[in-house]
């Protein structure tokens, strides 16, 4: 079994920042893409940040140059460093990872955090 945890979800005035966090645990052999996505009521996911194993990144238009991805390989934790935050920033994070479970296996699967809830408010 894996299991993906988020920490570090809060309620920050607009201009703020906050960072979030994830680690996954349980049978894991190799960890593809970790990604942050968001979603707000009645709108579809989306994709925040996404880092490879080698360190590649992207990012959605409307957080770029405010928010920075990061992931620690050893610790399988990926982190979100969000930077002036807006109100429109407000919603449900969740992470993301493609685990191969074990050397045996021959595919990654989609795994998810439950979410954290981010709320940027004056």
């Known amino acids: 079994q894996v299991q993906l945890v988020e920490s570090g979800g809060g309620l920050v005035q607009p201009g703020g920042y906050l960072r979030v966090s994830c680690t996954a645990s349980?049978?894991?052999?190799?960890?593809?893409?970790m990604g942050w996505y968001r979603q707000t009521p009645g709108k579809e996911r989306e994709l925040v940040a996404r880092i490879t194993s080698g360190g590649s990144t992207n990012y959605a238009d409307s957080v770029k140059g405010r928010f920075t991805i990061s992931r620690d390989n050893a610790k399988n934790t990926v982190s979100l460093q969000m930077n002036s935050l807006k109100p429109e920033d407000t919603a449900v994070y969740y992470c993301n990872a493609e685990i191969m479970p074990t050397y045996y296996s021959s595919y990654y699967a989609d795994y998810w955090g439950p979410g954290t809830q981010v709320t940027v408010s004056s």
């Open positions: 349980g049978s894991i052999f190799r960890i593809n893409v």
